[in-house]
């Protein structure tokens, strides 16, 4: 059998598919940078322009297997189709099941697998869901409805597993800026509550904290660097720094590590930053 060890899951977005006018020198540092963290489950927003060359040479050189690369449902023009992209890798986990969900609802994707690790065996007691997602970048209300989609797994729920992980891309800030004028107003409204007479409030966080409120868990706010951000590095006229990739967890144990991964080339890659969760998916579950 299999010997038994945590789980990593990651969770990236890879700025416009890692493709540079025609270069795709950027997706080689990226592939090479996640090659080195060896994820179990892999998660990967803005696939823009992906074919299924691009896909398969991924794959392969992580040693993983597709699960899913779902189309986003809104397109912006004259930008290539987008992807959302769950891959697995099939020495450590396997595949029991997996669907594309919230069609018609995600401006992105949503999608769900059900996984049983190999050092489980035939056991379904081990088996766990994971969502991997990119959520609106519209505004706060879209984001919100998108998220309720999840929220009743954020306990037990008839039929699936007690288990779960919930990863991508959620656009949701977990603060407020030191200062709203470090933003071009042209893209407050995205991060911002739009109050009834159209004017902008507080920062909008309420597609988290439904999630939260649901009884999801957010595995940064006990880590060893809950203020990191996953933003904030790239445009040098939005210097905020935020966190609005995650990984939640359902069910499961306390985690073993949690941790957004930085560093300077890192930063050259995207604008967004891959966050890393190692946990025990075998270990007793958390009513």
């Given at each position: 059998m299999t010997p038994h060890r945590p789980l990593r899951a990651i969770t990236y977005n890879l700025l416009l598919g890692g493709l540079d006018a025609g270069s795709d020198d950027r997706l080689r540092a990226q592939v090479e940078m996640l090659a080195a963290l060896a994820p179990d489950v892999l998660c990967l927003q803005e696939c823009t322009g992906w074919t299924n060359r691009h896909l398969s040479r991924v794959a392969d050189e992580l040693g993983m297997m597709l699960v899913g690369m779902v189309p986003s449902r809104v397109r912006r023009i004259p930008s290539p189709p987008n992807f959302t992209v769950l891959l697995i890798r099939p020495s450590t986990v396997r595949l029991m099941d997996w669907w594309s969900v919230g069609e018609g609802v995600f401006h992105h994707a949503l999608i769900m697998a059900?996984?049983?690790?190999?050092?489980?065996?035939?056991?379904?007691?081990?088996?766990?869901?994971?969502?991997?997602?990119?959520?609106?970048?519209?505004?706060?209300?879209?984001?919100?409805?998108?998220?309720?989609?999840?929220?009743?797994?954020?306990?037990?729920?008839?039929?699936?597993?007690?288990?779960?992980?919930?990863?991508?891309?959620?656009?949701?800030?977990?603060?407020?800026?030191?200062?709203?004028?470090?933003?071009?107003?042209?893209?407050?409204?995205?991060?911002?509550?739009?109050?009834?007479?159209?004017?902008?409030?507080?920062?909008?966080?309420?597609?988290?904290?439904?999630?939260?409120?649901?009884?999801?868990?957010?595995?940064?706010?006990?880590?060893?660097?809950?203020?990191?951000?996953?933003?904030?590095?790239?445009?040098?006229?939005?210097?905020?720094?935020?966190?609005?990739?995650?990984?939640?967890?359902?069910?499961?144990?306390?985690?073993?590590?949690?941790?957004?991964?930085?560093?300077?080339?890192?930063?050259?890659?995207?604008?967004?930053?891959p966050v890393i969760l190692d946990v025990d998916v075998m270990a007793g579950a958390q009513a």
């Amino acid at each position: 059998m299999t010997p038994h060890r945590p789980l990593r899951a990651i969770t990236y977005n890879l700025l416009l598919g890692g493709l540079d006018a025609g270069s795709d020198d950027r997706l080689r540092a990226q592939v090479e940078m996640l090659a080195a963290l060896a994820p179990d489950v892999l998660c990967l927003q803005e696939c823009t322009g992906w074919t299924n060359r691009h896909l398969s040479r991924v794959a392969d050189e992580l040693g993983m297997m597709l699960v899913g690369m779902v189309p986003s449902r809104v397109r912006r023009i004259p930008s290539p189709p987008n992807f959302t992209v769950l891959l697995i890798r099939p020495s450590t986990v396997r595949l029991m099941d997996w669907w594309s969900v919230g069609e018609g609802v995600f401006h992105h994707a949503l999608i769900m697998a059900r996984l049983r690790p190999v050092a489980a065996g035939a056991n379904p007691d081990d088996d766990f869901l994971v969502f991997g997602t990119h959520l609106s970048w519209v505004d706060g209300s879209v984001r919100l409805g998108e998220t309720r989609m999840v929220t009743d797994y954020g306990g037990a729920f008839p039929g699936v597993p007690l288990k779960k992980v919930f990863m991508g891309d959620l656009n949701t800030p977990d603060r407020e800026p030191g200062s709203w004028s470090l933003i071009p107003q042209f893209l407050q409204s995205r991060y911002r509550l739009v109050l009834p007479d159209g004017s902008f409030g507080d920062v909008d966080q309420r597609a988290v904290q439904v999630l939260l409120g649901s009884g999801w868990r957010d595995p940064q706010v006990s880590s060893a660097t809950p203020e990191a951000a996953s933003v904030g590095y790239y445009y040098p006229n939005e210097p905020v720094l935020w966190r609005i990739d995650y990984i939640l967890v359902s069910g499961l144990p306390d985690v073993i590590s949690y941790a957004i991964h930085d560093t300077p080339d890192l930063r050259k890659y995207s604008d967004h930053l891959p966050v890393i969760l190692d946990v025990d998916v075998m270990a007793g579950a958390q009513a």
